[in-house]
């Protein structure tokens, strides 16, 4: 068990615990409320708050805050804007038969928007891209030539111009360029020997000195100059079997200028035999410092090899994506897990088997290239703290995704439209109130959508606020949407108290009602001699009054609904509706509910208390005093009234004039004609029995005006005699056939006693112990008689 004040402390930390959003804020200020959530807002009309009242009781849901008597003309809600500033329409390479530049194409749309974000508040909008049509293309082939790569580069000779055949039938716009790559040029990668630095290969090869990363030919558009460039090149050997590729792809994507990049679609080909080092490998070779991402190419050579680390694979992501630049490696059998490991960590990437010989290599990156454009892949940048951003795509024949998929659409044909819905939340008030901006793009595109976010922090009514208001206490607070903002140091609803006088007796005693010993009747706090009452867990529960000795919660409850769902509770008391009265509202002053079937307030039998009628007759009983179950009913007291006067038979029929001449008697023919209950709204329907055995009906009714109607059907149904001859004909043959059946069963039972003697007898027959042919009492007249003494001499 809890103590008194534990239980209090529990039940305070419980509401505040479930309390909504907004009242939870326990906010001070307009600004405050509308960070605390997208439902808050905040009531400007300054005789809102009743006695008692915290200032951040203005800040609550919109709804309660209209129930607590708050017009909605007096409520902050700002709400956030969608703003597009550029948006042009979507092309293709051609438009009105001019083939358009690379930097014309526009394949996203819009392209620039402005975001006005309150806290909590998805702010929308819909990004749409189409696939242009013959969009420009550079490719990038880099390739490993260790020794291992031999054959590899004889079929790469002649590259240039057939791939170029081949990709003439995608785009009319496209170059290729040439690099390689070895390894770094430190032990013990490669061996640091003056013979080997010449000639890494055995002494039979001819091999050209080793390095780490060449740009042999930047990007260009003459093929044939592309197989006599690479003709020209010779293998180059290492120690160990991982390449030094990463730190060539680093070079690639950040030397922008040196390798030629346009602002088109960018492919980097990765060819290779062999795994890769990574960051941390350098160590081996006494390099520690982490590569540093920028472009280091002197004459074309990568010149700091042995002084930076290999990237990361993180690093080589960030800035292969920002340098749009979609990676295809083209790898050996051996090596197609661990580059496809890599290739899920690398957006935008793909693999392809090569032959031992690189002789398939066309092929492989025709194939790469057309998965790669085929999927549109979003990527945003960076995100200020407290934002967040979400996705939701409309793909080709109806596809949606959400989550990680909204970002992405496959199966992407050049002409094909797809739409994304892109929703930007913010929480709080980020940067500080500053504007920011953010950046969406298509993964290997360089088009990009910039998005301005604006961050509502303050009300419109902040602009008005009043410095130095003398509403606030002599000027030491702003007053603004309603209530005072207090100055550093000063609190209470109207600033009229400095921190350092808030504990002190004098203000407490200020709080204590009838000079009692509770402060603010343990509802409250004391601030400034003034009680600020607590908050309920529901918003629309509030503690009020100069000591917070009111509530709108703790009245007199009926069918466990406050003041009986009939009222309001203020200050612990119930002030009923109309047509209510009662502690709890529970007593209705309507007597509709009390009148019975003839108009009468409880059958003319009882009186109507709070809705419910009191039976003052003890034979009548029901919700209206209708029901006496020791009564005749309607039916049989009327009876011998309606007989003697519809058919002057009957026990009253010699007191008939005088007994029964309070009714209008209607007859009709039959008692089809008898009205129905949808003709008379109080109507008894009656079926007795007379003298004769005869039915006859008549139906009873009380007007309006309560006189009594009567309509009686004047045809009788009465029951028809006996017919003799087939009573008499039913008894003979029910006799007759009873004795055939007796006789029947008699001669059955016969049959079945006279078989068991029979079945008897034969069995006696077969037990008997005598010869059939011998008379058992037959005697013979021969004696024999032996001669003891005859010894047969």
């Known amino acids: 068990e809890h103590t008194r004040p534990e239980a209090d402390k529990i039940l305070l930390i419980l509401s505040r615990s479930y309390g909504n959003e907004c009242t939870k804020a326990s906010a001070q200020s307009c600004g405050e409320c509308i960070q605390a959530g ?140 040439f690099g390689s790559f070895v390894e770094k040029t430190v032990m013990p990668y490669i061996s640091t020997t003056p013979a080997k630095l010449l000639n890494p290969c055995t002494s039979d090869q001819n091999c050209t000195s080793p390095f780490s990363y060449k740009n042999v030919l930047s990007l260009t558009s003459d093929g044939t100059q592309f197989n006599n460039l690479v003709s020209k090149q010779q293998i180059s050997g290492n120690l160990d079997s991982p390449e030094g590729g990463f730190d060539a792809i680093m070079q690639v994507a950040v030397c922008a200028n040196q390798i030629g990049w346009r602002n088109v679609t960018r492919l980097l080909v990765f060819s290779t035999d062999a795994g890769f080092h990574f960051a941390g490998d350098g160590k081996l070779g006494g390099i520690v410092l982490p590569n540093d991402g920028k472009c280091h190419l002197q004459d074309n050579m990568y010149t700091m090899s042995h002084y930076y680390d290999y990237p990361s694979i993180a690093h080589l992501v960030q800035k292969l994506s920002e340098n749009n630049i979609q990676t295809i490696f083209a790898v050996t059998k051996e090596f197609q897990p661990v580059y496809q490991e890599l290739k899920n ?61 909204g970002r992405k659409c496959s199966n992407i044909s050049i002409g094909d439209q797809v739409t994304f819905e892109v929703a930007v939340t913010a929480k ?183 809705g419910v009628c009191k039976c003052t007759d003890s034979k009548f009983q029901g919700p209206t ?17 309606v007989q003697c006067r519809a058919f002057g038979t009957g026990d009253k029929k010699d007191t008939c004039e005088k007994e029964c ?54 045809e009788l149904e009465c029951p028809s005699g006996p017919d003799i001859i087939p009573i008499v004909a039913g008894v003979v043959a029910g006799i007759v056939l009873i004795g055939l059946a007796l006789l029947l069963i008699w001669k059955l039972l016969m049959i079945i006693h006279d078989r068991r003697e029979f079945a008897k007898f034969e069995k006696e027959k077969m037990n008997a112990k005598w010869d059939a042919g011998e008379n058992p009492i037959y005697k013979s007249a021969v004696t024999t008689v032996v001669n003891p003494k005859y010894e047969g001499k």
């Open 661 to 714: 001449s309070y009714f209008n008697l209607i007859t009709k023919k039959k008692k089809e004609e008898l009205p129905q209950p949808n003709d008379q709204p109080y109507i008894n329907h009656c079926k007795e029995r007379d003298a004769n055995d005869c039915w006859f009906f008549f139906t009873y009714a009380t007007r309006n005006d309560s006189t009594v109607e009567v309509h009686v059907a004047e």
């Open 428 to 610: 709080g008030c980020p940067s500080k109130g500053k504007s920011e901006t953010i950046k969406i793009k298509p993964l290997g595109f360089t088009e990009e959508v910039e998005i301005v976010l604006n961050f509502i922090c303050e009300c419109e009514c902040h602009k008005e606020g009043i410095p130095n208001s003398p509403a606030c206490h002599f000027g030491n607070g702003t007053l603004e949407c309603g209530a005072c903002r207090c100055n550093e140091g000063r609190i209470g609803r109207v600033c009229e108290c400095s921190k350092d006088e808030v504990r002190t007796e004098d203000l407490d005693a200020n709080c204590r009602m009838d000079n009692g010993t509770d402060i603010c009747s343990n509802n409250g706090d004391c601030v400034c001699g003034t009680c600020e009452c607590q908050k309920r867990d529901n918003p629309e529960e509030r503690y009020s009054g100069k000591f917070c000795e009111c509530d709108n919660f703790s009245c007199d409850r009926s069918n466990n609904k406050l003041c009986g769902g009939h009222g309001r509770c203020e200050c612990r008391k119930c002030i009923c509706d109309a047509n209510y009265t009662g502690s709890a509202c529970d007593c209705s002053l309507d007597t509709s509910t009390c009148l019975a079937s003839n108009k009468q307030i409880c059958n003319g039998r009882g009186t109507c208390e709070c």
């Open 625 to 641: 005093c209708e029901i006496c179950p020791t009564c005749p009913g309607v039916c049989t007291e009327h009876k011998d009234c």
């Open 345 to 405: 960590l690398i957006p935008k990437s793909a693999v392809g088997t090569l032959s031992s010989d690189s002789g398939n290599v066309i092929k492989l990156i025709i194939d790469a290239y057309n998965s790669l454009s085929s999927e549109i892949i979003l990527e945003n940048s960076r995100l200020p703290e407290g934002v967040s951003i979400s996705y939701i795509s409309h793909c080709k024949n109806g596809v949606s995704g959400t989550g990680e998929n």
């Open 38 to 177: 997208e439902k808050c807002g905040w009531c400007t009309d300054e005789g809102f708050l009743k006695e008692g009242e915290q200032k951040s009781t203005r800040c609550d849901e919109i709804e309660a805050l209209i129930k607590k008597g708050c017009t909605k003309a007096s409520i902050e809600d700002p709400r956030g804007t969608v703003t597009v500033n550029k948006n042009q329409s979507l092309t293709d390479r051609t438009k009105d038969g001019v083939k358009l530049k690379p930097d014309q194409i526009t394949q996203i749309q819009p392209q620039k928007l402005s975001l006005d974000l309150r806290s909590g508040e998805a702010q929308k909008f819909i990004l749409t891209f189409k696939r242009a049509e013959d969009y420009p293309i550079d490719l990038y082939y880099l390739m490993d030539l260790s020794y291992s790569m031999k054959d590899d580069l004889e079929n790469v000779k002649n590259l240039g111009t057939d791939l170029m055949s081949e990709m003439q039938k995608i785009t009319s716009d496209f170059r290729i360029g």
